[in-house]
């Protein structure tokens, strides 16, 4: 059974950086890419980007300036890092398994609430 | 980019009723075009992808259909449990877009 469990600081101050990790457990980590995603009420949800074993990332061009994707494949676990955060990154960050040829997110984390305030 | 544009964004429905929620690609995406259910406090869940590939473990009631730039999610049956919030997301090419969804009320 695959499973992924996801953390990191739930308040962050404007302008400071927002960092989760997500760990995987179960099935092949390498097989795979890994992405992050966001909803909040006002945008719904949000593609931020997305990494392989091989550390080959891409990133919504909204974000591409602020966001960093990084791997460590001998943990299993992938990282997020949005930097220079304001209000309109206050959101729940999912990470997420892109599983087969359709680009399809079959397993998700269980989602961390991030609020960006002072 | 390619876009996506969901109707309605909310609907009312009965328990046994059918539900049909449309989904329109700013430009012909093939069948690369998934749905997904969510539910406050939880983590989105597959429903379909490809357009009309059921995911393992969802029920039969709900079905999809489309290809280049109009797809449908339809559920029939409607359950007490599909109360949600739906999403198109097309994974045609980065960045992958989502439609903003459809609350379906029971």
């Known amino acids: 059974q695959v499973q992924l469990q996801q953390w990191g600081a739930g308040l962050v101050k404007p302008s400071e950086t927002l960092s989760l990790t997500c760990a995987v457990y179960?099935?092949?980590?390498?097989?795979?890419?890994w992405h992050w995603i966001r909803q909040s009420p006002g945008r719904g949800l949000e593609w931020i980007g997305q990494?392989?074993?091989?550390?080959?990332?891409r990133y919504s061009p909204s974000l591409q300036n602020r966001v960093t994707i990084s791997i460590d494949t001998s943990r299993s676990q992938f990282s997020l890092t949005l930097t220079s955060v304001t209000a309109a990154d206050t959101a729940v960050y999912f990470c997420?398994?892109?599983?087969?040829?359709?680009?399809?997110?079959?397993?998700w984390g269980q989602g961390t609430q991030i609020a960006v305030s002072s | 980019d390619v876009q996506l544009t969901q109707s309605p964004s909310s609907l009312s429905a009965s328990v046994g009723d059918r539900v049909t929620i449309t989904c329109r690609a700013s430009q012909s995406i093939s069948r690369y075009l998934n749905w997904y259910q969510l539910k406050p406090g939880n983590a989105p869940k597959l429903l379909i992808y490809a357009a009309s590939n059921l995911q393992t473990g969802v029920p039969s009631r709900f079905s999809g259909s489309g290809s280049g730039t109009d797809f449908t999610l339809t559920i029939s049956n409607l359950q007490r449990e599909d109360l949600a919030t739906y999403y198109c997301q097309q994974s045609y090419r980065t960045p992958y877009f989502f439609g903003l969804g459809t609350k379906v009320e029971i």
């Open positions: 997420a398994r892109e599983s087969g040829g359709w680009t399809r997110f079959d397993y």
């Open positions: 179960g099935g092949s980590f390498t097989a795979y890419s």
């Open positions: 990494i392989n074993h091989s550390g080959s990332t």
